[in-house]
């Protein structure tokens, strides 16, 4: 893929996601956060990728909200936040930057509850299934 423009992401993740590559491989696979972006930020070298992790959900909260309009695109893993957090919900809602939620596992495939996410209503999007590489998708529909 060729890409033009020159654009800033930030890529946010929740909690226990600081543990990939330990954290039930079967589920999450063996490579760690840090390869991922050393990954996307060699393929994709036209876009600032920037990155933070918290346990915390206020800190994710304040995160999103000093993120709006300093960058182009939010790709958020909010994690277990993802299936119970109204606050992020409303954050994202009253953010400008337009927010694309990521799992890394097809969390369709899991257990009933983590089939609802409560945030999909106000993300861009919602990208699942492909492993870490649903990082990089999640970073490319910003170019459509």
């Known amino acids: 893929m060729c890409i033009f423009a020159d654009m800033k992401i930030l890529i ?14 079967a589920v999450y696979g063996n490579d760690n956060m840090d390869k991922c972006l050393a990954e996307l930020r060699s393929v994709m070298k036209n876009i600032g990728i920037d990155y933070f992790q918290s346990n915390h959900e206020g800190e994710l909260i304040d995160c999103l909200q000093q993120a709006d309009e300093k960058y182009d695109g939010i790709v958020l893993n909010a994690g277990a936040y993802t299936h119970t957090s109204v606050a992020l919900l409303d954050c994202i809602l009253a953010i400008d930057t337009p927010v694309v939620e990521v799992h890394i596992s097809n969390v369709n495939a899991r257990e009933d ?13 919602i990208i699942c299934g492909f ?3 649903s990082y990089r998708l999640a970073v490319e529909s910003f170019l459509l």
């Open 12 to 25: 946010v993740n929740g909690p226990n996601l600081n543990l990939l590559g330990k954290r039930e491989p």
């Open 113 to 125: 509850f983590r089939r609802r996410s409560v945030i999909a209503p106000a993300c861009r999007g």
């Open 131 to 133: 492993g870490l590489g």
